[in-house]
Nanobody, 127 residues
Framework: VQLQASGGGLVQAGGSLRLACAAS????????TGWFRQAPGKEREFVAG????????YYTDSVKGRFTISGDNAKNTVYLQMNSLKPEDTAVYYC?????????????????????WGQGTQVTVSS
């Protein structure tokens, strides 16, 4: 499966962006899809994830109540709606996917559990 991430940009603090992760080559059927982010000098961290069924949704604590992950199986796309953005949300955002059988339990929070990655999209939040 090939993943294409899009939707990043420059926004002021308090603003919103919607990221999209489009799959090609196969559907998300049976996969778990995660959004990760990596700021300069920091490790890549889990932001949010969703099972292809629409369930098993998780968020890292710092984005709870502000970010919403969703999937559109008809469009083979997973979205990350980001509201109330903060300067500390600035990072390159990546989508990743792999079989749910490989990303169960705490494995879903680790980048090493995912075989398929999008190219990343830059999100910059100015103060």
């Amino acid at each position: 499966v090939q993943l294409q991430a899009s939707g990043g940009g420059l926004v002021q603090a308090g603003g919103s962006l919607r990221l999209a992760c489009a799959a090609s080559g196969r559907t998300f059927n049976g996969y778990y899809t995660g959004w990760f982010r990596q700021a300069p000098g920091k490790e890549r961290e889990f932001v949010a994830g969703i099972h292809w069924s629409g369930g098993n949704i998780y968020y890292t604590d710092s984005v709870k109540g502000r970010f919403t992950i969703s999937g559109d199986n008809a469009k083979n796309t997973v979205y990350l709606q980001m509201n109330s953005l903060k300067p500390e949300d600035t990072a390159v955002y990546y989508c990743a996917a792999d079989w749910a059988s490989k990303t169960y339990d705490s494995r879903k929070f680790s980048p090493a559990s995912y075989s398929y990655w999008g190219q990343g999209t830059q999100v910059t939040v100015s103060s």
